[in-house]
């Protein structure tokens, strides 16, 4: 079949996965954490003014080059870049089509097996969302089925795939390191030369992004630090090491649990009726162990993902629901009635589990927060500066509303790790009364005024909800407390 054929197939998992998430969206869903505003704030900064490393943090660069770009082609907004990371995700199904039909299902196991990867609950709730899990998840995912060919083409996806995640999640460094070492092996053995290409694309990103450490942070692994430091500030250092070993072992049955019931009883009716199902090369499989390694290792050094660490699986949930549909593929013809009865009934305890267990522990809507925003985008004049103070991380999503890099900034990060020194709001202020920029316009959460100088701050409300008022302030000093 040709490639344009192959290719409508591959599209129809992804339109499949982005009806699915935008399906998601329309039911109010906003945001998973303050971290999916904090990322639109920097690729908003990257679409005015891009550069290598946009966040100037741990958090890796390719999720702000791609969605900066549509924000500097299209509009600097929240709703461009949460759109971004829809198509972006969906994208992302055509590779792993590519990589199923590679590894050597048919078109529809294929077509059925990726678009029930992207229909997971946890695949379509992160497509939605801006940060680059389900998208990041999928090129994992391609990656580790296309070790399970020799050929220049499939390797040359799954390297190319790897370059792109690598530079996005921490979490495909452990399989690109793998697939690199796999695939140089096969160059060695085979003589080819050829193949030494998907190895250096496999391991370009962490490569990359260790001289930039050693050259510009002083420390090739300054990343590791980071992380450690900011989940110690905020409490979540482990407290029991043998707890934290286990977290990612139970989440990976928890949080999907129909999938990986399936999954097992489909290998176990395999093997019950002696016959191979179709499965992951050795390669494949230890690339799939380096990642669940590597999540345990950070779950013991509290490095791991700060919110909702179990979305660091989704690759290996997505591997989980294409070799289901391969095995079911392939057993069709042995299945008895007492067999598919068998199935239901697990699909249907997986169900009951899920109920029992639950799923996202929550979400970050921030409606106050963005409503002030666009409000008073629509009101301030595009020149005039923004200053932004709140009792949390809602200043994320005020700032992403706003869509003003440069122009808006917030008077307090709320950086656990220096909150002690400044526990107070006026304290907060204080620290922008050198900058000669705190007279002017303010957001400010209503709790930090202070009721006895209102009369003496020669302020004006513009704007106002709830949460938060909109005013001019010549003294935010002497007005906030």
């Known amino acids: ?31 998973l954490s303050d971290d999916d505003y904090s990322r639109v704030v920097i690729a908003q900064g990257f679409a005015a003014a891009p550069s290598w490393d946009p966040s100037g943090t741990s958090w890796l660069p390719f999720p702000f080059w ?23 995700s969906a994208a992302a199904l ?30 379509v709730v992160l497509g939605a969302a801006t940060p680059p899990d389900a998208f990041c998840a999928a090129l994992i995912a391609t990656a580790i089925l296309t070790l399970g060919r020799s050929e220049l083409a499939p390797l040359t996806l799954g390297g ?34 050829a193949l030494l290409g998907p190895a250096f694309l496999a391991i370009f990103g962490p490569v990359a992004w260790i001289l930039h450490g050693a050259l510009n942070h002083g420390d090739a692994l300054f990343f590791v630090a980071r992380v450690t430091q900011y989940q110690k500030a905020l409490g979540l250092a482990p407290s029991s090491a043998w707890a934290n070993g286990f977290r990612t072992p139970l989440a990976l049955l928890r949080f999907e649990p129909e999938i990986m019931l399936l999954a097992f009883a489909v290998a176990l009716l395999a093997a019950a009726k002696r016959t191979t199902p179709k499965t992951l090369a050795g390669g494949g499989w230890a690339a799939c162990l380096a990642l669940f390694l590597f999540l345990v290792w950070g779950d013991l050094r509290a490095s791991t993902a700060t919110h909702h660490a179990e979305r660091t699986l989704l690759s290996l949930w997505m591997l989980a629901a294409i070799l289901l549909v391969r095995g079911l593929g ?88 220096t909150r002690a020194e400044s526990p107070r709001g006026k304290r907060r202020v204080a620290r922008f009364a050198h900058t000669g920029r705190t007279a002017g316009w303010w957001i400010v959460d209503r709790s930090l005024f202070n009721p006895e100088r209102l009369s003496d701050c020669n302020q004006r409300v513009a ?19």
């Open 463 to 481: 704007l106002e909800n709830h949460q938060f008022l909109l005013v001019r302030l010549t003294d935010p000093v002497l007005c906030l407390r």
């Open 160 to 193: 190319a795939a790897l370059s792109i995640a690598t530079l996005s999640r921490y979490e495909s460094w452990p399989v690109a390191l793998v697939f690199a070492l796999v695939v140089l092996v096969r160059a060695i053995r085979l003589r080819s030369v």
């Open 1 to 31: 079949m040709s490639f344009s054929h192959e290719l409508r197939y591959g599209a129809l998992a992804g339109v499949v996965k982005l009806l699915a998430s935008t399906a998601f969206l329309l039911t109010g869903f906003v945001a």
């Open 330 to 417: 392939q057993l069709r013809v042995l299945l008895t009635r007492r067999d598919q009865a068998v199935l239901v009934c697990i699909a249907m305890l997986g169900i009951t589990a899920r109920f029992i267990w639950g799923g996202f522990s929550s979400f970050a809507p921030r409606s106050e927060e963005r409503d002030i925003g666009v409000r008073a985008a629509s009101l301030i004049p595009a020149t005039d500066p923004v200053q932004v103070l709140t009792t949390d991380y809602g200043y994320f999503a005020i700032l992403a509303s706003l869509a003003r890099p440069g122009l808006a900034k917030s008077a307090d990060t709320h950086d656990p790790r």
């Open 66 to 88: 791609l969605k900066g770009s549509a924000l500097r082609v299209l509009s600097n907004s929240f709703e461009v870049a949460q759109a971004t990371s829809v198509f972006a």
């Open 94 to 123: 055509l590779p792993l089509y590519f990589a199923a039909r590679f590894w050597g299902s048919t078109r529809w196991q294929a077509t059925f097996g990726v678009a029930l990867a992207g229909l997971l609950p946890y695949s």
